[in-house]
């Protein structure tokens, strides 16, 4: 698989300038982690971090899940990967955990994020509140955190590749 990165164009409206640059940072994790094997996308390489690849990839499937399903559509879509005894069970990961299983999950949830979103305007406020918050947020709001998020996160998948086999790039 050859991930292509595309950045929106330059001129574009505000809606396709939003969707292309969250687009562009997906594509930007699943590039880091092409060509590498399960036990190298497990591998957390910046100690004494548990941070992994595979981790982050099934971190951002709950990201999507969460801002566009939850919160965007009010839709009841329980945890993926953690739960009540284990807030962060998206980061720990077993032998058993696959590349396969990770990244089909997070694909499935971009997919289902992509038709929520296109049935709101970007002003449109959410249907759904935020867990903690209560808060509701305007489709703009969560494309804009949800670039923000990629983008952090791109940052560490930048460290962690370059930390398994040296492959660097931006």
Same mark, same amino acid.
């Given at each position: 698989?050859?991930?292509? !990165? !595309?950045?929106? *164009?330059?001129?574009?409206?505000? /809606?396709?300038?939003?969707?292309?640059?969250?687009? %562009?940072?997906?594509?930007?994790? +699943?590039?880091?982690?092409?060509?590498?094997?399960?036990?190298?996308?497990?591998? *957390?390489?910046? *100690?004494?971090?548990?941070?992994?690849?595979?981790?982050?990839? /099934?971190?951002?499937?709950?990201?999507? /899940?969460?801002?566009?399903?939850?919160?965007? +559509?009010?839709?009841?879509?329980?945890?993926?990967? %953690?739960? =009540?005894?284990?807030?962060?069970?998206?980061? /720990?990961?077993?032998?058993?955990?696959?590349?396969?299983? +990770?990244?089909? &999950?997070?694909?499935?949830?971009?997919?289902?994020?992509? !038709?929520?979103?296109?049935?709101? @305007?970007? =002003?449109?406020?959410?249907?759904? @509140?935020?867990?903690? &918050?209560?808060?509701?947020?305007?489709?703009?709001?969560?494309?804009?955190?949800?670039?923000?998020? %990629? *983008?952090?996160?791109?940052?560490?998948?930048?460290?962690? !590749?370059?930390?398994?086999?040296?492959?660097?790039?931006?």
């Amino acid at each position: 698989m050859t991930t292509e !990165r !595309r950045e929106p *164009a330059n001129d574009a409206d505000e /809606r396709t300038m939003l969707e292309g640059w969250l687009d %562009y940072h997906r594509s930007t994790l +699943a590039w880091k982690c092409e060509g590498l094997t399960d036990a190298q996308l497990r591998t *957390a390489s910046v *100690a004494p971090s548990g941070l992994s690849l595979m981790g982050l990839v /099934r971190h951002m499937a709950e990201v999507e /899940r969460s801002w566009f399903r939850r919160v965007l +559509a009010d839709e009841d879509a329980g945890p993926i990967y %953690y739960g =009540d005894e284990d807030p962060d069970g998206e980061f /720990r990961l077993t032998e058993g955990d696959t590349w396969q299983e +990770a990244y089909t &999950t997070w694909q499935t949830e971009i997919a289902i994020a992509r !038709r929520h979103a296109a049935g709101f @305007r970007l =002003d449109e406020m959410s249907r759904g @509140r935020h867990r903690r &918050t209560g808060e509701r947020f305007s489709l703009r709001w969560i494309h804009t955190h949800m670039i923000e998020e %990629y *983008a952090r996160h791109n940052g560490h998948a930048d460290l962690i !590749r370059e930390c398994i086999d040296g492959a660097t790039g931006d």
